[in-house]
T-cell receptor, first 114, second 112 residues
Framework: DAGVTQSPTHLIKTRGQHVTLRCSPI?????VSWYQQVLGQGPQFIFQ???????GRGNFPDRFSARQFPNYSSELNVNALLLGDSALYLC?????????????FGDGTRLSIL | DAKTTQPNSMESNEEEPVHLPCNHS???????IHWYRQLPSQGPEYVIH???SNVNNRMASLAIAEDRKSSTLILHRATLRDAAVYYC?????????????FGKGTRLHILP
């Protein structure tokens, strides 16, 4: 069975541009979460969506936005890119929210800002 | 959110068991104990989770103290592929945003 897939795997942008990252959850999973991982640190929570509804947002500026589609795939959008946005962006999916549900992660999109 | 405390790093020899400790003295009664690991250049990988009883799966075993203030992830026979950062995480049974709070984890080195 396919795991969580993310595209693209790598991306290079310049300051001020915008970017869209995509995530396909494991088949049957309805909950999708996004995380940012800066080099040398653990992942930081950005958003969580369940049944197309935003259920949580981490401490990130409004330049970051996301949505979930009827097929449960998701997009993360970042506007007005800054050098500090360079990071690995991870998507995770689970059947539904809850502490008894493992989250399964993709291998991420590595975003580099020049 | 309840916090966990893990050693920064550990070493183990290949083909020997590894016991990774985690302290979580402020755990609440409805918090699940999860373990994830992250290999180089990959996303975090779910390993195991439990609430009160010890758990076993194909990857590892999870031993939970009777008072639930600590737990131990057990890799029964370490291989070089097990070299990774291991995260011990508490997740409430029901939390609207379902976020995972990652700490610094334990970097496990496997010696051939």
């Amino acid at each position: 069975d396919a795991g969580v897939t993310q595209s693209p795997t790598h991306l290079i942008k310049t300051r001020g541009q915008h970017v869209t990252l995509r995530c396909s959850p494991i088949s049957g999973h309805k909950s999708v979460s996004w995380y940012q991982q800066v080099l040398g640190q653990g992942p930081q929570f950005i958003f969580q969506y369940y049944e197309k509804e935003e259920r949580g947002r981490g401490n990130f500026p409004d330049r970051f936005s996301a949505r979930q589609f009827p097929n449960y795939s998701s997009e993360l959008n970042v506007n007005a890119l800054l050098l500090g946005d360079s990071a690995l962006y991870l998507c995770a999916s689970s059947l539904h929210p809850g502490g008894n549900q493992p989250q399964h992660f993709g291998d991420g999109t590595r975003l580099s800002i020049l | 959110d309840a916090k966990t405390t893990q050693p920064n790093s550990m070493e183990s020899n290949e083909e020997e068991p590894v016991h990774l400790p985690c302290n979580h003295s402020t755990i609440s009664g409805t918090d699940y104990i999860h373990w994830y690991r992250q290999l180089p250049s990959q996303g975090p990988e779910y390993v195991i989770h439990g609430l009160t009883s010890n758990v076993n799966n194909r990857m590892a075993s999870l031993a939970i103290a009777e008072d639930r203030k600590s737990s131990t992830l057990i890799l029964h026979r370490a291989t070089l592929r097990d070299a990774a950062v291991y995260y011990c995480i508490l997740r409430p049974s029901m939390n609207r945003d379902d976020k995972i709070i990652f700490g610094k984890g334990t970097r496990l080195h496997i010696l051939p």
